[in-house]
């Protein structure tokens, strides 16, 4: 098939989006699939290299963090792609590429399949000074988006119940993303580790909580921040790993706690070093509500790392409870787990391993773009190329 994926981030940009985007367009062409990418540019200029077309945009931070608006037409460069005559066009984004995906799918007749990445609901006080105002907004949007596509997949069981609440008229299929294991299952080399853990300025003896992802309001950051203060040890270090619009606060938050010395901010990672950096953590902790599918899990599961997590309906199946780590409702409960590996660190070697082995059994980017090709053999059964389409 020839397959084009619309989504308003790519590569160099680092997401859950782009992730999912890369390894499904890896697994598909793995498959034999031809893959052609139609994305924002990081500038106003339009651009194709190789299979990527890149339109256009200025930055809309006021938005959404990071958010990029389409600022150039790129006709020729959409006549092209039109010209190519993709089979099925993917989008991954709701907005700009979105729009363009519509062009191109009137003007080629080729069906549209969708992916609903975003929990929208958590991200209304970017744009709505009222949290009912924006659900609502939400809502209506969210139905507008898939209702003009052939069907949606979800990334998850919650994805999929927050659609069926919006009244969406679109099968939805539910497909967690896949990721690239074998950036996360190779050896550990403990003396690049301990050469890493030194330049962090972390102790020999410290237990390590990593959290590895945008430091963003909606990630919930500011309660692993109360947890570590609440539990009044000195040894334990929270390492959070990533950049975001949220830092100035966090880093506020931390010298009000009186963490100074326990909480480490490491910046933005190249994504081929981030596995050493979950390698770190004696535990991987979340408190975040807003995942759709949270990648980052399943990327610290995969580096044999055990996972403490704000219970959520994204982690059924994921975060299996005294298998591979635990979900936790209140605070009581995050000090109990916790307490519970700090005390035995066989334990958490034994769960380090046990969630490492899930992972590769059922999260691999292969399995991920196999479902996806399918969900697409059947659009293009039920929904074939118009006759008369250019």
């Given at each position: 098939?020839?397959?084009?994926?619309?989504?308003?981030?790519y590569?160099?940009?680092?997401?859950?989006?782009?992730?999912?985007v890369?390894n499904?367009?890896?697994?598909?062409?793995?498959?034999?699939?031809?893959?052609?990418?139609?994305?924002?540019s990081?500038?106003?200029?339009?651009?194709?290299?190789?299979p990527v077309?890149?339109?256009?945009?200025?930055?809309?931070?006021?938005i959404?963090?990071?958010?990029?608006?389409?600022?150039?037409?790129?006709?020729?460069?959409?006549?092209?792609?039109?010209?190519w005559?993709?089979?099925?066009?993917?989008?991954?984004?709701?907005?700009?590429?979105?729009l363009m995906?519509?062009?191109?799918?009137?003007?080629?007749?080729?069906?549209m399949?969708?992916?609903?990445h975003?929990?929208?609901?958590?991200?209304?006080?970017?744009?709505?000074?009222?949290?009912r105002?924006?659900?609502?907004?939400?809502s209506?949007f969210?139905?507008?988006?898939v209702n003009?596509?052939?069907?949606?997949?979800?990334?998850?069981?919650?994805?999929?119940?927050?659609?069926?609440?919006y009244?969406?008229n679109?099968?939805?299929h539910?497909?967690?993303?896949?990721?690239?294991?074998?950036?996360?299952?190779?050896?550990?080399?403990?003396?690049?580790?301990?050469?890493?853990?030194?330049?962090?300025?972390?102790?020999?003896?410290?237990?390590?909580?990593?959290?590895?992802?945008r430091?963003?309001?909606?990630?919930?950051?500011?309660?692993?921040?109360?947890?570590?203060?609440?539990?009044s040890?000195?040894?334990?270090?929270?390492?959070?790993v990533?950049?975001?619009?949220?830092?100035t606060?966090?880093?506020?938050q931390?010298?009000?706690?009186?963490?100074?010395?326990?909480?480490?901010?490491?910046?933005?990672i190249?994504?081929?070093?981030v596995?050493?950096?979950?390698?770190?953590?004696?535990?991987?902790?979340?408190?975040?509500?807003?995942?759709?599918?949270?990648?980052?899990?399943?990327?610290?599961?995969?580096?044999?790392?055990?996972?403490?997590?704000?219970?959520?309906?994204?982690?059924?199946?994921?975060?299996?409870?005294?298998?591979?780590?635990?979900?936790?409702?209140?605070?009581?409960?995050?000090?109990?787990?916790?307490?519970?590996?700090?005390?035995?660190?066989?334990?958490?070697?034994?769960?380090?391993?046990?969630?490492?082995?899930?992972?590769?059994?059922?999260?691999s980017?292969?399995?991920?773009?196999?479902?996806?090709?399918?969900?697409?053999?059947?659009?293009?059964?039920?929904?074939?190329?118009?006759?008369?389409?250019?």
């Amino acid at each position: 098939m020839k397959i084009l994926i619309t989504s308003d981030w790519y590569a160099p940009t680092v997401n859950g989006v782009v992730t999912s985007v890369l390894n499904l367009q890896r697994g598909l062409e793995a498959m034999g699939h031809e893959v052609r990418i139609l994305t924002l540019s990081e500038t106003a200029h339009s651009r194709t290299e190789g299979p990527v077309t890149a339109i256009g945009a200025i930055g809309a931070g006021r938005i959404y963090p990071g958010a990029r608006l389409r600022a150039a037409p790129g006709t020729e460069l959409l006549q092209e792609l039109a010209a190519w005559k993709p089979d099925i066009i993917h989008t991954q984004c709701e907005f700009s590429t979105f729009l363009m995906a519509r062009k191109l799918s009137a003007l080629t007749g080729a069906p549209m399949v969708h992916t609903y990445h975003t929990m929208y609901e958590d991200y209304t006080h970017y744009f709505s000074p009222s949290r009912r105002w924006g659900r609502k907004a939400v809502s209506v949007f969210s139905r507008w988006v898939v209702n003009q596509t052939a069907c949606v997949i979800a990334p998850t069981v919650k994805v999929r119940r927050l659609l069926e609440g919006y009244q969406v008229n679109r099968p939805i299929h539910v497909i967690p993303t896949g990721i690239d294991l074998s950036r996360f299952c190779r050896p550990v080399d403990e003396i690049q580790l301990n050469v890493l853990r030194r330049s962090l300025g972390i102790p020999a003896e410290a237990f390590v909580m990593v959290y590895v992802g945008r430091l963003a309001e909606e990630k919930n950051i500011s309660e692993l921040l109360h947890q570590t203060a609440a539990l009044s040890d000195p040894s334990v270090r929270l390492l959070l790993v990533g950049d975001g619009p949220y830092r100035t606060s966090l880093e506020s938050q931390v010298q009000a706690l009186g963490l100074t010395e326990q909480v480490i901010f490491t910046g933005m990672i190249p994504p081929d070093q981030v596995a050493d950096y979950y390698r770190l953590g004696n535990v991987f902790v979340s408190a975040s509500s807003s995942e759709t599918q949270g990648l980052t899990y399943l990327e610290a599961l995969s580096s044999g790392v055990p996972a403490l997590c704000r219970r959520d309906e994204c982690l059924e199946g994921i975060i299996r409870d005294g298998f591979n780590g635990w979900q936790y409702q209140d605070s009581a409960q995050f000090r109990k787990h916790l307490q519970k590996l700090m005390e035995d660190p066989a334990l958490g070697v034994q769960m380090g391993r046990s969630a490492a082995e899930l992972a590769q059994q059922s999260f691999s980017y292969q399995a991920f773009a196999s479902r996806v090709a399918a969900v697409y053999e059947q659009v293009l059964g039920v929904h074939p190329r118009s006759a008369g389409a250019a």
